[in-house]
């Protein structure tokens, strides 16, 4: 009987930001991690630096590209890829939720009852920008198949990646996963078949 392949998908998110911890919404605007990211990315590499990957994607952005760096290690070949890049929210992008609340009650209220289609102005629409994403996965994973990736990323990205291939859409299970900053995630793909076998691990 032929042994099924299995890859292994290492999903980490960024370290914490200084917006993470003030409660203010970011997504396509680029900000460093925060003291207490680069700590929290420091401390993962113990336990990344442990596991076996044989290729390192990153989004493009500074807080990726940070965590990368600091839980790989400087000489780590790390490729960067737009399509990691997390959901641009438009309008909303450095405001905190009250505010958001407050300047635009009518779109809060149907972001609230419908998100994944409720377009922000100015902002990414859910499903152009989960197809981007996925479609990105499909590649590396048929491209790296029998390979362990290792993939820094965003919540939002890290969501719709678990809500995708767990439970059979992108916006289906999103909500349902509450990804930790600096934190390791794993699916395996045994014969393409996904399985959570750990989640946000430090």
């Known amino acids: 009987m032929k042994e099924m392949a299995t890859t292994r998908l290492y999903l980490i998110r960024h370290g914490a930001t200084e917006e993470n911890e003030r409660g203010i919404l970011v997504g396509s605007t680029d900000v460093p991690l925060s003291d207490k990211g680069r700590g929290q990315a420091m401390a993962l590499a113990r336990l990344a630096r442990s596991l076996p990957v044989d290729a390192i994607f990153a989004s493009p952005m500074l807080r990726t590209v940070e965590t990368a760096v600091q839980v790989f290690g400087p000489e780590a070949r790390i490729l960067t890829n737009s399509s990691l890049r997390e959901c641009h929210f438009g309008e909303w992008e450095g405001l905190y939720f009250a505010e958001i609340a407050s300047r635009y009650p009518d779109l809060w209220q149907s972001w609230l009852h419908d998100w994944a289609h409720t377009r922000i102005p100015g902002g990414d629409d859910f499903t152009a920008f989960a197809q981007r994403l996925l479609d990105f996965c499909d590649e590396i ?17 890290i969501r719709a990646i678990l809500s995708h291939y767990l439970s059979g859409s992108a916006s289906g299970g999103y909500w349902k996963f509450k990804v930790e900053n600096a934190a390791l995630t794993t699916i395996e793909f045994a014969d393409k078949f996904p399985i959570l076998t750990g989640f946000n691990q430090r």
């Open 141 to 157: 994973l048929n491209e790296y198949s029998g390979r362990n990736l290792a993939v820094v990323s965003h919540g939002g990205c």
